[in-house]
Nanobody, 116 residues
Framework: QVQLVESGGGFVQAGGSLRLSCLVS????????MGWFRQAPGKAREWVAH???????DYSMPVKGRFTISRGPAVNTLTLQMNALKAEDTAVYFC??????????WGPGTQVTVSS
């Protein structure tokens, strides 16, 4: 059974950094396209970053050049390094498979709050 558990969120001032981790059980991390998503209060969930099974990353325009998605370094972990954070990055962050048809139950997410 696949389970997703996100961690690493917190409170940070604008310009700061955070590193999010997602523990992915069930053996899907290396074989599926994976992604990070976020949901701000009152807004729909949106994609943030995507990584292919071969490691090719892709980013949404608002975070391009500031965020980095990767597999590892720990086993079964998906990481999102977030630098130069802005107030508009404030949201709950989630990981999941990239393709909607492959989706597994969402984890609890991790709250990121950036003060301006």
């Amino acid at each position: 059974q696949v389970q997703l558990v996100e961690s690493g969120g917190g409170f940070v001032q604008a310009g700061g950094s955070l590193r999010l981790s997602c523990l992915v059980s069930g053996g899907i991390l290396s074989t599926y396209d994976m992604g990070w998503f976020r949901q701000a209060p009152g807004k729909a969930r949106e994609w943030v970053a995507h990584i292919s099974p071969t490691g090719t990353p892709d980013y949404s325009m608002p975070v391009k050049g500031r965020f980095t998605i990767s597999r590892g370094p720990a086993v079964n972990t998906l990481t999102l390094q977030m630098n130069a954070l802005k107030a508009e990055d404030t949201a709950v962050y989630f990981c999941n498979t990239w393709r909607q048809g492959d989706r597994v139950p969402w984890g609890p997410g991790t709250q990121v709050t950036v003060s301006s």
